[in-house]
C-alpha cells in the first residue's frame, strides 16, 4: 500500500510538515511528482473544474503548468483537525504573453489514513501584477 508520511490524526507540527511537503511538491513543476501525493480515486475542485482521479489530476497540472510559466507557490498553515488540512496560498507566474500574476486563495485537504491527500477544494482569484511587484523570484 502507498503510503505518504505524516499521517493522520495530525498535530501543529504535522501539519506544518505535510503543508511544507506539499509547498516543495508543488515548486517542482512535475505532474508525475506531485499527482503521487493524492489517493487514486482522489476528488478536486480548483476554481470552477471538478474532477476525480490521479490520472485527472496529472492532466489538469500539465495543462496548469503550460499556462502557468515559472510558478513559484508559498502555503501558510491556516487550521488542521484530525485528518483534514486548511491551507492559504500566494503564488506566481505569467503567461505566455510576458505578464505577471499573483493568484491568492485558500485550500481544504482531507487525508486517507495512509498519508495521500483523498480530497481538495481549492478557492483561488487571479491579479495581475506587474514584474516589479513579485514577491517570489
Known sequence: MEQRPP???FTAETARQKVQ???DAWNTRDPDRVCLGYTEDSVWRNRAEFFT???AIREF???KWRKEIDYRLRKNLWCFHDNRIAVTFE???HDDGGYWFRSCGNEM???APNGLMQ????SINDVPIQD???KFR
Open 7 to 9: 499521517f493522520p490524526p
Open 21 to 23: 511537503a506539499a509547498e
Open 53 to 55: 482521479g490521479r490520472q
Open 61 to 63: 497540472l500539465v495543462r
Open 91 to 93: 503564488y506566481e507566474w
Open 109 to 111: 485537504w482531507e487525508f
Open 119 to 122: 480530497r481538495r477544494e481549492a
Open 132 to 134: 516589479g511587484e513579485r
